[in-house]
């Protein structure tokens, strides 16, 4: 299968921008998957070893609509950024906060439950850019998703302490890779604390929870990567990894989750029409620059 980046690093030109990009801690050059290549053989390591660690502390981050929780593991494995000794940790009990997503997904799915397939499909089309993920039982929280932890900053943090904002680099590969991720999976909250961004230019897509609308209703998907580049060519080589996306295999990952609401369907409709999408012209309120 073709990888994003296998062929070519894509140099980011002289002048201020590419200055800044240096003075913010990002390398020169976009990175191939160099950093994120994991075989099969390690992911299902890794995948093993989420499932099946001790839990030494259990720590609340933040007041996210899925409570989730940074907990620490008993285990040393890591692959470069990605570390599986501590991971965030996502319950079943979810705060339906907004209007926009009780009307726009079947909430009989939970959300660590939308996390874990969110992984298995960006897995199936080769995309590389979901830190593995699993679902457990923790302690007294008992079942949710968890999903490996990224050193790296998340996009909004490169943007308020470094001084550094992705929108000015809509050339790395990386960014139309995520959107076009989100466009697929129906994505309803892609804002710049829920991905991560590395300083070889990689993409890191987090928090998964809010995705895969009924059928495809596009009214509430998000993306705040995707908005910026509307109107700009689909990066050639996210085309080529398109392009070589198993639709079957898409199809069979689908199955058997429990939706009811054509999300399935909607998923395979999206994957069709990215895969002859060569401008970016995705339609939807939450992907207007402007907004």
Not at 88 to 97: I, L
Not at 98 to 110: E, F
Not at 165 to 191: Q, S, V
Not at 206 to 212: A, K, L
Request: charged residues 25%; hydrophobic residues 40%.
């Amino acid at each position: 299968m073709t990888r994003l980046g296998e062929h070519q690093k894509i140099g980011l030109g002289a002048g201020f921008l590419s200055g800044l990009r240096r003075s913010a801690g990002l390398e020169k050059d976009y990175s191939p998957l160099k950093s994120k290549g994991l075989s099969p053989l390690a992911l299902s390591r890794m995948e093993l070893v989420l499932k099946h660690s001790e839990v030494l502390y259990i720590d609340p981050i933040g007041r996210g609509v899925h409570r989730p929780y940074r907990v620490r593991l008993k285990n040393t494995e890591k692959f470069d950024r990605i570390d599986c000794s501590e991971v965030v940790f996502k319950t079943v009990h979810c705060q339906y906060e907004t209007k926009k997503y009780c009307q726009a997904v079947d909430l009989t799915i939970t959300g660590p439950e939308r996390e874990l397939l969110a992984y298995d499909l960006d897995k199936a089309m080769g995309f590389n850019l979901v830190p593995p993920t699993v679902g457990r039982h923790v302690d007294s929280l008992g079942f949710g998703s968890v999903m490996a932890w990224v050193r790296a900053p998340l996009a909004i943090d490169w943007v308020k302490k470094r001084g550094y904002h992705y929108k000015h680099h809509p050339e790395n590969p990386w960014f139309h890779l995520c959107a076009a991720f989100d466009f697929i999976i129906g994505g309803l909250d892609r804002h710049a604390a829920n991905w991560i961004l590395d300083d070889a230019g990689c993409v890191y897509a987090i928090d998964n929870g809010y995705s895969f609308v009924r059928g495809d209703d596009r009214r509430f998907m998000k993306c705040n990567i995707g908005k910026y580049l509307v109107g700009k060519p689909v990066h050639l080589s996210v085309r080529a990894v398109l392009a070589e996306v198993d639709e079957k295999a898409v199809w069979k990952t689908l199955q058997h989750r429990g939706f009811k609401c054509g999300e399935p369907e909607g998923v395979m409709k999206r994957l069709a029409e990215m895969k002859c999408l060569s401008v970016w012209a995705i339609m939807g309120d939450l992907w207007n620059p402007n907004l």
